[in-house]
Structures are given as structure tokens and as C-alpha cells.
């Protein structure tokens, strides 16, 4: 589903109805980014605030922004209503099950391979690392990194950790 930035706010007070359809999006921006206020994509005609303010409290991560095909990290896991799992990346809307684990969709882009490579550099030799850590310092998008990550696992070049390491890579 694709992810409709509607219009971007200094305040909630400017969002009024404009949030009409699963997938519809209001960035609050004031100086910098402050919410998306996102209605729900499973159809339930809930309204989610994403606080995307650090100094607010629990935050997430906006890739992109108002001119941009945005991301968030990590993924929105609603815990009351309707309990939807979803990520937000490159302005689309991927629902998840519990089980569903991220396979990497970049395979026939270009742009996938010049990132596995970059990945693969910065690895560091023989120690585990979230691979967040990753993204953060090659300023790219986490879930973008994962399938990277993971097309390395394929490749023989990476191993992917297991229960306390989970979401943590190594070289081979």
C-alpha cells in the first residue's frame, strides 16, 4: 500500500480532515519533524501518532521527509486496537505477521548492488554488529541495510545472529 503524504503542518491544529483513507499521512513539521500522524493502514479509521521528536520520549527515525519518499525506523507495532505490524519504507506501507520475517526487494534495482558492496566494506572484521549500526554510519535506511545484510547472509559473506543476537550480523 502506498503511503499518501497529504500535506505537511507546523501543527495538529492545521491537520483537520485531510485524513480520510488507509495510508493517508500528515507530517508535522516545526523546525524539524515532530509527528506523522498516520491513518491506520489496516482500515480500521484509526489515526496513529508516530512521535518523531527524540526529546518527546520513545521516538522513531524519519528517512526522507517532505519532499522525499519517506521511511521509518523501527517498524509500528500497535499494542491496543487493532494491533497492526507494519514498516514504513521508500513510501510504502508493508503489513507484517508475527512470523513474517523482511526478505530483501531490492534484487532487481541497481542501486541494491552498490549497497550490499558498500555494506560488505563497512563490516568490521569478525565482531557482531545490529546492523542499524550499519545504516547509521553509511546514512542509509535501516531496512535497506537489513536485505543487504541479509543478501550477504545468502552469499556466504555475513552469518545472521540468533536469539540475544538477533538483528546482529558477522562475517563469515
Not at 518527546?56 to 521511511?71: E, F, N, Q, T, V
Not at 487493532?82 to 510504502?92: A, E
Request: hydrophobic residues 40%.
Amino acid at each position: 500500500m502506498k503511503l499518501q503524504l497529504k500535506s505537511v503542518v507546523e501543527s495538529r491544529a492545521e491537520v483537520g480532515s485531510q485524513l480520510t483513507d488507509p495510508g493517508d499521512t500528515i507530517l508535522i513539521w516545526r523546525h524539524h519533524p515532530r509527528w506523522l500522524l498516520l491513518k491506520c493502514p489496516c482500515g480500521c479509521n484509526d489515526v496513529i501518532p508516530i512521535n518523531l521528536d527524540r526529546r518527546a520520549g520513545k521516538s522513531w527515525r524519519l528517512y526522507g521527509g517532505k519532499d522525499k519518499r519517506i521511511s521509518l525506523f523501527p517498524s509500528v507495532w500497535r499494542d491496543t486496537g487493532c494491533l497492526s505490524h507494519f514498516i514504513v519504507r521508500n513510501g510504502q506501507i508493508e503489513m507484517l505477521s508475527e512470523r513474517e520475517q523482511f526478505t530483501y526487494r531490492w534484487l532487481q534495482k541497481p542501486s541494491f548492488n552498490l549497497l550490499a558492496n558498500r555494506v560488505k566494506r563497512a563490516w568490521p572484521h569478525d565482531d557482531w554488529v545490529q546492523y542499524v549500526e550499519i545504516a547509521d554510519e553509511l546514512d542509509e535506511v535501516p531496512w535497506d541495510v537489513l536485505d543487504a545484510c541479509r543478501y550477504l547472509v545468502k552469499n556466504g559473506i555475513l552469518i545472521e545472529g540468533e536469539g540475544v543476537l538477533r538483528s546482529a550480523f558477522r562475517r563469515r
